[in-house]
């Protein structure tokens, strides 16, 4: 049996370097991501730091995405490849690990990615402070309507129906 150095077992192994394939096949002969676009969607990387919304940088990546079409290749796979581009420091690390835990599918990814950075308790709060919102002293109605669209939109659908959002505010 051999032993390996410290030397070696530091060394990365290179089992992380290339993505696993999406679930979708390619079907084009040869394609091309192409710099530019690698480039516009690392402008605008999601670090995994509290501050950050998931499903906010999802719907902006995703709408980047949808801006750009590859003959042979389906948009689910197309957000598979781009996504780790639009990724940085902790969300870059969380996909390392994650990956290839998904089954090759980017709905199941994108499932995890949001758990993991927008957790349940922070849509709990989330869903508290709609249902508890209460226009502040001073604040003009268009103020208030602008902060309580906001509520509604910073995480998951929470499938509370138009007109009890509306009896909240």
Known sequence: ???????????????FLVPPQSSKPITA???????????????QPFSGYELENPYHHLREFEQMCSCLSIAGMAQETLRWKLFPFSLAEK?????THNVG???REWE???????LAFFPISRIASLRKEIL?????????????????SQLTHAGPDLSIP????????
């Open 1 to 15: 049996m051999d032993t390996l150095s410290i030397h070696q077992l530091s060394a990365p192994s290179g089992e």
């Open 29 to 43: 002969s040869g394609f091309e991501l192409r710099p530019g676009f690698i480039a516009m969607v690392r402008e």
């Open 91 to 95: 969300a870059k690390q969380w996909y």
């Open 101 to 103: 835990k998904v089954n």
């Open 108 to 114: 199941e990814l994108r499932n995890r990615f949001c």
């Open 132 to 148: 508890d919102f209460h226009q502040d002293e001073k604040e003009t109605l268009g103020t208030a309507w602008a902060r309580f």
């Open 162 to 169: 138009d007109h009890v959002l509306l009896q909240h505010f």
